[in-house]
Structures are given as C-alpha cells and as structure tokens.
C-alpha cells in the first residue's frame, strides 16, 4: 500500500507552487484509501484558499439547503468527509452549532479542529461501516466526496442509518455520474421505503476555475428526508 502511494502520488499530485487548477482531481478519484489520504494530506495547508481560486461554492449552497429544509440549528449535523472544515464553517455562519466531522486525512482533521467549529472530528474510512449510533444525526452532508466511494450504494445506507428518523441527508455528486446506476440507488432507497426526495437540483457550478471541470462538469445536489 505505501509503495502504491508513492508512485500515485509522484504522478498525479502536482506539485504545489503550480495552484489548484494544475492538481489532477480526476485521476485520485480511483486511488486507493492509503494514496487518497496522502493527496489530500498534501493539499490540506492550502486547500481552502485554492478552493476558493476555483470557485468552489458547495459548502455554502449545502447549509443554505439545510436552512430551506426546516433542519434545526440545534440539532447534531454529521459533516461526512469534512476535509479541512469548510462546510463545517458554512454550517456555523449559517447558524448550526452542533457539528461532527470525520475524514481519512489526518492533516485535514487538523485544520479542521482547528476552525473550532466541531464538536468532534475523527478519522473514517467513507467506505467502511460509519463509527456512529443507529438514529444519530438531524442531518447528514457529504460535500464533494461521493466519487470516492467504492460504493455509493452502501454509503447512502449507512447515512440512513445514522440520520435520526425524519432526518435530513444531503449529498453533491458530479452531474457526469447521476444518471443510470446512481440514478437507480435513489430509486431503490426509496423505493424500500428509507427515504424520499425533497429537492434534487439542476447541475451547478462545481469547480470553474479548473480546467478539468470549468462548465464541462458540475454538480448536483441531492436532499431527501429519511423514514
């Protein structure tokens, strides 16, 4: 795994005085969870003013949907795939006060802790069963990070599970990927009766400062309120 890393790292990480535009952020979306943590643990000094080079608005949108969904500023939000903590400081202007992270950089989680505005944050393989209770969260938000689930389908359970009943989960995922199987996971959660969709939006701007994605690939965000 280690060995792994290196090489991903030596070809697809850019180095870091070239800027945001230049980091390959469609090649780390296959890497394994070892080479994934590295990137972002690379990235994470800088992360949040490259981001906002590039025009990313997501974490701002996401709690401004909270808000419109009645999602109470009280109540505990899980903020899955927290990074750095920038959806965690939308949450926080916007009102909530009771936020939980987690991520698989250990750098990320630094910064993270260090915007003070969490009331825990820990390590967590998005891929693996959440370290959370069953009937958690008032709500769940997944921001940016749904390409690297090894299966979404999973994921989007295990956030079911741990959103309290009436409960909202909130999730971005790439336009160029919501159709046919994901398309069809959404059905089928609400189709068993997990969930039902509040407001699915049309594509967004995801990234339009970096070449790769600019008006070729934007977003979705997704809202539905769990059973």
Not at 170 to 176: A, G, I, Q
Request: proline share 5%; net charge negative; hydrophobic share 35%.
């Amino acid at each position: 795994m280690v060995a792994r890393q290196s090489n991903y790292r030596e070809t697809s990480l850019s180095d870091k005085n070239t800027g945001a535009t230049s980091r390959n952020l469609k090649g780390i979306q296959s890497a394994d969870a070892d080479s994934l943590a590295g990137f972002y643990d690379d990235w994470a000094p800088s992360y949040d003013t490259e981001l906002e080079e590039l025009g990313y608005e997501a974490p701002g949108q996401a709690a401004a949907l909270l808000k419109a969904h009645g999602v109470p500023d009280g109540g505990p939000i899980l903020d899955a795939c927290c990074g750095t903590g920038l959806a965690g400081r939308k949450l926080r202007e916007a009102g909530f006060t009771r936020v939980v992270g987690f991520d698989i950089s250990p750098a990320s989680i630094e910064e993270a802790r260090r915007s003070a505005v969490y009331e825990r944050v820990f390590k967590q393989d998005m891929n693996a069963r959440l370290d959370s209770p069953d009937d958690t969260y008032d709500a769940v938000l997944c921001i940016g990070s749904m390409t690297y689930a090894d299966s979404a389908e999973q994921l989007l359970r295990e956030f079911c599970r741990v959103a309290r009943p009436g409960g909202i989960v909130l999730f971005t995922h790439r336009s160029d990927f919501w159709s046919g199987d994901f398309a069809a996971i959404l059905d089928r959660l609400e189709e068993e009766g997990l969930w039902r969709p509040l407001e699915v939006t049309e594509p967004q701007p995801y990234l339009p400062g970096h070449p790769d994605f600019a008006d070729t690939i934007k977003v979705i965000y997704g809202v539905f309120r769990v059973a």
